[in-house]
């Protein structure tokens, strides 16, 4: 499984400096994590201010 970010990113950008494997990449309109890449760590998760980045 990987984390999914969903529609409440702001797009900050705190997550992609967060995460160890640079799964994390700016998408169209939000911030996307490759599923492929993601370890399932919930860096990401821990600090983003608005919940956006969910287990999926
Ligand atoms: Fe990166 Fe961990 Fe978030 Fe996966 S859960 S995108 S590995 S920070
Ligand atoms: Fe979006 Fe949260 Fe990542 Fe910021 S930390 S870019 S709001 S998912």
């Known amino acids: ?3 999914v970010i969903n ?3 702001i797009q900050c950008g705190a997550c992609e400096a967060e995460c160890p494997c640079s799964a994390i990449s ?3 309109g939000k ?3 490759d599923a ?3 370890v399932d760590c919930g ?5 983003c201010p608005v919940g ?3 287990e999926g």
């Open 1 to 3: 499984m990987a984390y």
């Open 7 to 9: 529609d409440d990113c």
């Open 36 to 38: 492929d890449t993601c």
């Open 31 to 33: 911030y996307v994590i």
């Open 43 to 47: 860096s990401c998760a821990s600090v």
């Open 52 to 54: 956006a980045p969910q």
């Open 26 to 28: 700016e998408g169209d």
